[in-house]
């Protein structure tokens, strides 16, 4: 089944969709959000900036505490070329100068107050990342995981078995 035609049949619709989901994206593309550029991607079969995307993603930092941001200091704020910012603002920042992200979230933005009292749930990031390998647009790591390490010399690794007294039969009463 071609993915692209599997949800509207009548050409004159999706000629509608098709312009304006192109029209949106291209509002969205200065900033590499994957889940656009993905979403884009996957439905049109154009090119979405896959890797630019990726970028985005790996650029997410670990910590998901939102802090306060201030880049108003900094002097690369003019937009990449060929990029029009048609949102507002200047340049996109990375995930790593503004801190962890949802969607709806500009990274136009040059300023921004939380006081480090939001945590981010990683949703955005897996849900980005699975529509980019659901679309072939990001493939599985080629080898698994290594081995896991050994500890030093003299450390058992992990916890002791347990040795105190048996479960209780809750069903003996």
């Known amino acids: 089944m071609n993915r692209k035609n599997q949800y509207e049949v009548d050409p004159y619709l999706r000629s509608f969709y098709r312009r304006s989901l192109a029209r949106s994206y291209e509002i969205e593309r ?9 979403i884009y991607g996957g439905l049109t079969g154009d090119d979405c900036e896959t890797g630019q995307a990726v970028t ?6 670990l910590d998901r505490v939102r802090y306060d941001w201030d880049n ?5 704020k003019l937009p990449p070329d060929g990029y029009i910012p048609y949102a507002g603002g200047g340049c996109p920042y990375s995930p790593r100068s503004l801190g962890p992200l949802r969607w709806a979230d500009s990274t136009l933005a040059s300023k921004g107050e939380s006081g480090g009292r939001m945590v981010v749930d990683p949703s955005g990031w897996l849900n980005a990342y699975w529509m980019g390998r659901y679309y072939g647009m990001i ?3 080629e080898e698994p995981e290594s081995a896991p390490l050994n500890a030093p010399d003299g450390i058992t690794p992990g916890t002791a078995p347990y040795s105190g007294p048996p479960m209780p039969n809750v069903l003996e009463n």
């Open 139 to 141: 493939s599985a790591p």
């Open 30 to 38: 200065i900033e590499h959000i994957p889940w656009f550029n993905f």
């Open 56 to 61: 985005h993603l790996r650029e997410w930092p």
């Open 72 to 76: 108003t200091y900094r002097t690369d």
